[in-house]
């Protein structure tokens, strides 16, 4: 009952609470910076294997079961990298650039899609933990 | 000290950003239950395979990885604990954890990128020799 009061009521941000959140956005603009490099650089790979797909075909032996397919699956694995990397770049970069505006300019409202990109972002990283967890615990149970 | 004071009057908690915060603390809470999780699982197929110097790098690699997301578990709890309790104190130390958290994963960003460049120029360089 008084947790759902305290919900109801406004929390000020305090200089400390500005200075934190603040610094917290000079760190996740140089993570996306960093990102965005990796994305290109994945794009410039995909594509690179997308016009030597051939070549790479003929190379490899055909004693080697599925060798042709790998290359394919590889493509497809590179793009699904590229597309959920995509997502999450942009919802990091969603909250360093709402945040500082709502330091910047004291807009609330930009404060508010900040940290909804921020949740986003965690979202998106909580599903791929997740996924990754019940590949694991797949893979440890087909080992016993 | 004006701007400050001007910030500390504009921008608030309001009841909406208060539920953003808490969903986002309850991710951050996943995140690092995966995290742990998954870590542990890691060590345990690298002792099952026998590999003792794979579970030497799984244990470092589990070290790493409860210093880094132990700030993102602070950041759960603390805003969630701040959040409902309206303690702006604990809003404060549960910011400092986020920021403490991003600081941590973007230098070993940095330090992982330098070994990289560093590796990549140990042979451009050996390359170069052996012509």
């Known amino acids: ?144 | 000290m004006e701007l400050y004071n001007e910030e500390i009057q504009r921008l608030t908690v309001t009841p909406a950003l208060k539920e953003q915060f808490i969903q986002t603390a309850k991710w951050a809470k996943i995140i690092v239950i995966t995290a742990w999780a998954g870590s542990v699982l890691s060590m345990v197929f690298d002792a099952g395979s026998g590999e003792w110097g794979a579970f030497a790098a799984g244990f470092f690699s589990l070290g790493i990885s409860v210093a880094i997301y132990i700030y993102l578990l602070k950041f759960g709890n603390e805003i969630k604990k701040g959040v409902n309790s309206n303690d702006p104190q604990l809003f404060n130390t549960g910011l400092f954890s986020l920021r403490t958290y991003f600081k941590i994963v973007s230098l070993l960003l940095i330090i992982i990128l330098g070994i990289c460049l560093l590796i990549f120029l140990f042979v451009i360089v050996f390359a170069v020799l052996r012509k």
Do not use: H
């Open chain 1, 1 to 144: 009952m008084e947790e759902q009061l305290f919900l109801s009521e406004d929390l000020p941000i305090d200089p400390s609470a500005t200075s934190s959140l603040k610094e917290t956005t000079y760190w996740t603009r140089f993570l996306t910076i960093c990102f965005v490099v990796f994305i290109v650089l994945m794009i410039v790979a995909t594509i690179g294997m997308i016009v030597a797909k051939d070549l790479i075909m003929q190379s490899i032996p055909s004693s080697i079961p599925f060798g042709k397919l790998g290359v394919m699956g590889m493509i497809i694995a590179m793009a699904l990298v590229i597309g959920v990397m995509s997502v999450f770049t942009y919802f990091l970069f969603e909250f360093t650039s709402q945040t500082k505006k709502a330091f910047d300019q004291q807009d609330q409202q930009a404060l508010e899609r900040g940290i909804t990109g921020l949740k986003n972002y965690l979202m998106i990283s909580g599903v791929i933990g997740i996924l990754s967890l019940v590949g694991a615990i797949f893979k440890l149970f087909t080992l016993l």
